[in-house]
């Protein structure tokens, strides 16, 4: 078995259970769905895989979660995770269908964490850190937003969530990169309990700042920090901007994943 397939297959099992969803204040098994609800107001649907399910039945399946988010009032939205290797005939038409909307692929990316864990050099006056304080993360979150595009509103609720998670003892791990005090590019790693894996996550670099080995240094940080818990397999969902860095460290593209997001103010209006 080569290492692509024998990746695909732990990430199979071990991932794509409970384990993907520890967090969530409430979590509803229908069939072969768990649909799981997050603070903040977001629900988010995933499975191991769909049972062979046919198109009319995956169709139903996929109506049964829209009804289950729309039920609970403190849902504002909800993220379907598909992945490109599910048998899954008629999901796409039928995600659309109910009123969500595809965002774009992203690479299922996973490795060994020691081949990530190398020493990156850094530009002068550019330092790594771990980040817990409120003021911190608020930064840290404040200029991934700016990257990624999101609005105000939206960078406040994720700084919420992460500080929520922070404060419960969650394993969850912020690291961000500085200059001159302030944030040019973060990251965070998210050990899973009961498994192998450690989870690269949100990384985000100022377009200014790239190009100078920080997003790779930044993520070997993370690395020996998985191997430190004894995780020995990252993986990442990767953009076409970070899947290249990983890929020159040894890690494989095992699939895709496309998430598909739905929002209560969208499927109202319709």
């Known amino acids: 078995m080569d290492d692509a397939r024998r990746f695909l297959e732990a990430y199979d099992e071990q991932l794509r259970t409970e384990a993907e969803t520890p967090n969530a204040m409430d979590v509803t098994v229908h069939g072969p769905l768990r649909l799981a609800t ?23 399946l996929v109506g049964h979660a ?16 598909t992945r490109g290797h599910d048998r899954a005939p008629g999901l796409h038409e039928s995600l659309l269908a109910h009123g969500f909307v595809a965002e774009e692929p992203e690479s299922i990316m996973i490795g060994a964490a020691d081949l990530l864990a190398v020493d990156v050099p850094l530009p002068e006056g550019v330092a790594l850190r771990q980040v817990e304080a409120e003021a911190d993360v608020r930064a840290m979150v404040a200029m991934s937003a700016r990257v990624f595009g999101d609005s105000a509103a939206e960078g406040r609720e994720i700084a919420g969530e992460l500080l929520e ?11 961000v990169a500085e200059a001159d005090g302030k944030v040019v590019s973060a990251g965070r790693l998210e050990p899973v309990p009961g498994t192998d894996f450690a989870g690269i996550w949100g990384g985000s670099t100022l377009a200014e700042w790239r190009g100078r080995g920080i997003y790779r240094a930044l ?10 818990r004894g995780k020995t397999l990252i993986h990442s969902d990767s953009t076409e901007y970070s899947r290249p860095i990983l890929e ?18 969208s499927a109202d209006a319709a």
């Open 38 to 60: 997050f603070a903040g107001g977001r629900g988010f649907v995933t499975y191991r895989d769909l049972g062979g399910a046919d198109a009319a039945a995956i169709d139903a």
């Open 219 to 228: 993520t070997a940080a993370r690395a020996r920090s998985a191997l430190r």
């Open 248 to 265: 020159r460290y040894g890690l494989l593209k095992v699939s895709t994943t496309t998430p598909y997001l739905w929002r209560r103010e």
């Open 66 to 81: 829209v009804a289950h988010f729309q039920a609970d009032p403190e849902v504002s939205r909800a993220e379907w995770k």
């Open 165 to 175: 998670r922070l404060s419960t003892g969650d394993d969850l791990e912020l690291w």
